[in-house]
């Protein structure tokens, strides 16, 4: 008699690739919100730590990388955003400006805050950061919004470095196939954060992960790992069996006492507000995912008056609005949060991957 073997669910396309135990990614978080400390707990736990370097310049991404190093020796991925600056800033002059300022400064005088004047200090850029991921050779490189250019791609390849781009459509998925990337997140728009899409405009490219997974599966041989919505073992399983190679959890982590995010922000996630978020530009010009407050919800309506990133974001650090930190007040403050939130129970990133492995063990 023939025995059929089960195949474990943990042996994947993307742990080959990688060398990992489990096929669990930690969401990369921009905005200051990751940590040496969640990076590594969750690579010492077999999975995959990432970090988000967006916020930062190249020589604080070294710094950050050799810390994680002390911490671990698996491997472990560093994120970048590739396009860092939206072409409208050109476009975007002092009238523009003008009209933003009156639609804030309600809100500036409420919080007794000056108005800002046009912020000219615009933050890191990619160029730059890059160099980071080629001094520190982290295991991974992962990005959003865009390609890097062939000899970016082919420089971390000589380095031994594995790619992985992120798409929010099938057509990303096989234009960042087509340049030799080593994975692809698949992101539907269930997940929290930004809407990285590249080839159309965000709005245009609302796929929802159970949708989105089975067809950048069926049109690109690389490992694909599945983002957005996922908050438990079962969506774990779904997104298996939907045709993906891996997971990669961003709220869920985020909640876990080693993320950088503020107290109130992690309460806020196992809170009954969490049950609505919304897509909103309002904070840094580009759509992203957070738990609705009055700000958004004030806002709806202007959302076409945002200015452009990184403008925006760097015009609401001033109302401290974003990036969110301990002292914002929330009802201005980007609780950022995917739609699964309310399925989050767990507050330590060891215990999340540790009850994750044992429920996908049972099953
Ligand atoms: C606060 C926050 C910041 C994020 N920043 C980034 C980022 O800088 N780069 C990136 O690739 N993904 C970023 N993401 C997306 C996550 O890495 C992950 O793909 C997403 O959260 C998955 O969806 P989920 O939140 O439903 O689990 C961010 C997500 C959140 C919640």
Known sequence: MQTTKKKMWNRTKFTELLGIQYPIVQGPFGGGLSSVC????VSNAGGLGSFGGQPFSSNE???TCKEIRKNTDKPFNINLWVND????????GDEDYKILTTLFKPYFNELGLPVPERPTDLGAKFEEQVEAIFDIKPAV???VYGIPSSDILEKCRALGIKTIGTATTVDEAIELEKAGVDGIVA???EAGGHRVSFLRRAEDSLSGTFSLIPQVADNVKIPVIAAGGIADSRGIKAALALGADAVQMGTAFLATSQSNASHDHKDKLFSADAKYTSLTKIFTGRLSRGIRNR???ELKNYESSMAPYPLQGKFMAFLKAYPPTAN???DFKSYWAGQSTPLLRHKDAKVLIETLVNEMNKK
């Not at 969640?38 to 707990?41: C, E, G, I, K």
């Open 141 to 143: 490189f992962s990005f």
């Open 328 to 330: 914002s007040n929330p």
């Open 85 to 92: 600056r939206d072409a409208r800033l050109a476009e975007f």
């Open 295 to 297: 700000l958004i919800e």
């Open 38 to 41: 969640l990076t590594s707990t």
């Open 61 to 63: 991404i070294i710094e």
């Open 187 to 189: 992101t539907g728009f």
